[in-house]
Each structure stands twice: as C-alpha cells, then as structure tokens.
C-alpha cells in the first residue's frame, strides 16, 4: 500500500496482527522490501510481532527522484577518498524522518526497529531524531561511518559501481546482481544459483531503479561519521555482523558496540554481506533478545 509520509509517498507492506509488538524493518542500498524475505518476515510474526517492511524512497515502488539529477559517483567516491564534502540530492536524516513517518502513517507510536547495512544507518539515524519512537535497535551489517575503520576491498568499490553488460536487458541485470551477490555473500552460506535468479529476479521485475541508488549511496558518503550521535542513543542495541563481511568489513561492528552504551554484538563466522537463509533463526533470536531488553 502506498502511505504518504513526511511530505512523499512510500510503499509499505504490514504483516501480523495490529495488536503485536510493532517491528520496522529497514533495508540497505539499492534494496527493496522484498529483501525482507516473506518466509523471514513470517517466522517473526509468529513470534508475535507486527511486522512493517517499506521501500526507501527513490526505490522500488515508492516515490522516485528522478528530478534531483544522476550524481556523478567517480567524483562523489573521489571526494569522499580524500575527505571532501560531498553533496547529496536528500540525506541519511531524511530518510530517517520518512522511517518515522511509516510509523506515523500506521497510527504507531514507538516500534522496534532493525537495519541492514545503509539501513542500519538510517536507524542510528532515526533513534537519535526520533528516540522516542525507537523501543530497540538491531544493527546488521553496519557502520558507524568512522572514516578510521577499513572500507570495501578495491573489487568490491568497482563492483558497486558498476553497471550491467546491457541495462535494458532483464536478463543482464539480474545476472549482474546475482554476480555482485557472489562477490560480497558469506562464504559459508553460499546462495545456490537458482535462489540467486529467483529472488533478483524477482526484484528487477518489480523495480529498476539505478539512479537512485546511486542517489541513496551520495546520501550515505554526504551523512559521514555519526560516532558523536552514537552517545545519544540510549535503548537497547543489538550488532549483528559477519566475520568475512568485504562490503563492511567486521571491525565496523566492533566499533558500533565500543561507541553504544551497553550494546552486544554477534559476530558470525563465515558471514558475508547478506541474509543467508541458515542464519534467519539467528537473526531473530537476537531480535528477540533486544526487543525482551526493551
């Protein structure tokens, strides 16, 4: 369903019961609601939870902008390399206040909220703003955006920006995502080929979006290092984050916990940069866990 929030539409998705304890979920870069796999979302229903997932703005099926221009990404990743300003078309925050906003639409006054990857950053965002909508935090696979902690390894960089061999062509882009998703997935937990084709595929059918994210990763590089906002969050935290992450690398973790009063951290073994299916039990224990801290 469409939802308008903080001045824009957004598509929202609200599973379980209305009387259930409210839980956000904020997907990462470029990602869709869908990445919250329907069968993980279902498993934390049944654990009583009312379950929101929702496009970020400029991707899938919320509201597009396309009007903001197409940013220049090697001289955006140049600035940001040597530490300059970088100028974004909408911010980190902004995307913070529309996550709020969601929670506005559906008549909710204060949820628990988990973000993977730029998502995680757009809850260390939304819990510093809004602090008294946030009831927990669960981090995955995320940074505080100290620029003293390692980046993406140089094939990683290049694979981000990259771009399909043939963009009009379903086809091309859903293999090259599938060839991203090898490059930055856990090793342990390798995805087979035809979950891979399936699942992007399914996305790419639903949306293309590359402009914005390419917008969205501006937005990321302009938000910069939120260790000192990091002090002023005081609710339950929970860092998850895979050993052989190569997007952003594990010490990222470390560093959310060290800076978040009272945090814990779960590091998996042979983790990548994605949601393995193995792990999904994991991933809501420990959901579980922060929320019963709340």
Request: aromatic share 4%; net charge positive; proline share 6%.
């Amino acid at each position: 369903m469409q939802l308008a929030t903080n001045g824009i539409s957004l598509e929202v998705e609200d599973h379980g019961s209305v009387q259930g304890e409210p839980l956000l979920l904020v997907m990462g870069l470029g990602m869709q609601l869908v990445a919250w796999h329907a069968e993980f979302v279902a498993s934390l229903v049944a654990r009583g939870y009312r379950v929101i997932r929702f496009d970020n703005r400029d991707i899938g099926l919320s509201q597009r902008f396309d009007h903001l221009g197409l940013p220049n990404l090697a001289l955006d990743s140049l600035k940001f390399a040597v530490g300059l300003k970088v100028a974004s078309p909408y911010t980190v925050a902004d995307m913070a206040d529309d996550a709020a906003g969601v929670l506005d639409a559906l008549g909710i006054p204060a949820a628990h909220v988990c973000g993977a990857s730029m998502g995680g950053m757009i809850a260390q965002q939304m819990a510093v703003r809004h602090a008294a909508r946030v009831k927990s935090l669960t981090l995955m696979m995320t940074s505080s955006g100290s620029r003293r902690l390692p980046g993406p390894t140089l094939k990683v960089r290049g694979a981000m920006i990259s771009r399909p061999t043939d963009p009009k062509n379903i086809q091309s882009v859903i293999d090259h995502y599938v060839k991203l998703y090898r490059l930055i997935g856990s090793p342990a937990y390798p995805a087979t080929e035809a979950y891979l084709q399936e699942r992007l595929g399914m996305s790419v059918r639903r949306a293309y979006r590359p402009q914005g994210t390419a917008r969205q990763m501006v937005a990321i590089a302009a938000d910069g290092n939120r260790s000192k906002l990091l002090a002023r969050i005081k609710v339950p935290t929970h860092v998850i984050h895979g050993s052989q992450d190569p997007l952003i690398p594990v010490a990222a973790g470390h560093d959310l916990v060290a800076k978040l009063k009272g945090a814990t951290i779960d590091v998996i073994d042979g983790m990548g940069h994605d949601l393995p299916v193995p792990l999904w039990p994991r991933f809501v224990a420990g959901i579980t866990s922060v929320a019963q801290r709340a």
